[in-house]
């Protein structure tokens, strides 16, 4: 009787923990990252990584991820194994070429909480290079796809920051970027600037490429450009990316037309296009206006994603670009 009551004595603080994670939340093992926070509905999982970062691991609907996952990363914590967040959906703050190293945001130990329903926060320590710390706080739907990604900048030194939302996520290889134009608020002569960052880092100003081409009031980015980055100046507060595995990842944010956006080039948004070779991945860069943060104030800013069946064109066909805009439109409704 003894050692039947212990027994059951040993396994309360696993019912109890179990029974205190709210609905569609649960802790999981992905790669080598342990307690990693699940958020689920009947056909979406969000996997949420603390240990490196605070950032997405994984955002699959019916099985399918949108985000370049490093198998690399199941040596991490083993000698010689990884120390920075080197794939799937990661946050920052920037101006890129001002901000300084930030390595307590960037592959930090971050602290996580249920909040809810299918909901996580992170955390991050406070970090002295920057003088703020980050919070994001993910929430998925009930049903459907839509996951919320916020993250709030708090300003913990004495001084005045004007940091920005830089989103670095990686989604996985081959896709087809579409990013609605706004002409009365065009920036860029073409639509888009190419960054050169070679041994001396310029900016090519009206830049050609193959695989950016403007068709009707979207410009697409079919495949790696012969500069992988670009930065675009649209204020439409959307894009899409259409992936080979017939899913549209779809990000909307705020893009207000009056914001500052502190970029060397002023872009609202940025796309990382390698070769498959260096990274098999397409990073994906929406960027956020400046504001002034105050000591002890926050300023915050959200990112709704999406994945939407799409099919994927097949060789010598193209997306029907109004068809996928109205698409994006009736996701973002409901």
């Known amino acids: 009787m003894r050692s039947t009551c212990l027994a059951a004595l040993l396994t309360l603080p696993l019912i109890a923990s179990a029974a205190a994670l709210p609905e ?24 949420l990584c603390h240990q490196v970062g605070g950032r997405v ?22 000698p010689g194994g990884p120390k920075a967040p080197s794939s799937a959906g990661r946050f920052d703050i920037g101006p890129e070429y001002l901000i300084p190293t930030r390595n307590t945001l960037w592959a930090g130990e971050w602290a996580a909480e249920a909040t809810g329903p299918r909901a996580v926060r992170l955390t991050s320590k406070p970090d002295e290079a920057t003088g703020v710390q980050l919070i994001r706080n993910f929430r998925l739907a009930a049903a459907g796809t839509h996951l919320a990604c916020e993250q709030v900048i708090k300003n913990v030194s004495a001084e005045p920051k004007y940091w920005t939302h830089w989103s670095r996520t990686f989604a996985v290889h081959g896709g087809i970027g579409v990013i609605p134009q706004t002409p009365d608020t065009r920036r860029f002569p073409t639509g888009f600037v190419m960054y050169n960052q070679g041994a001396e880092h310029n900016i090519i100003l009206k ?7 403007l068709r009707g009031n ?20 959307w894009f899409a990316y259409v992936m080979p595995h017939d899913q549209a990842f779809v990000k909307r944010y705020p893009s207000p037309k009056d914001g500052v956006y502190p970029e060397i080039a002023g872009l609202t948004l940025c796309f990382w296009y390698p070769q498959a070779s260096f990274v098999p991945a397409c990073e994906l860069e929406p960027h956020g206006p400046r504001k002034t943060i105050a000591p002890g104030a926050s300023v915050s800013f959200t990112e709704d994603w999406y994945l939407l069946p ?25």
């Open 24 to 47: 569609g939340v649960k802790r999981v093992k992905v790669l080598n990252y342990p307690d990693c926070f699940e958020l689920s509905n009947a056909d979406t999982k969000v996997t």
């Open 57 to 78: 691991l994984e955002y699959t609907h019916q099985g399918k991820n949108a985000l370049y996952l490093d198998p690399r990363e199941e040596k991490w914590g083993t």
């Open 207 to 213: 830049p050609t490429d193959p695989n950016v081409r």
């Open 218 to 237: 979207f410009l697409e980015v079919l495949g790696p450009t012969k500069q992988p980055k670009l930065g675009f100046d649209s204020n439409a507060g």
């Open 310 to 334: 799409h099919k994927f064109p097949a060789a010598g066909e193209q997306i029907d670009l109004e068809k996928l805009a109205a698409q994006v439109e009736r996701a973002m409704k409901n």
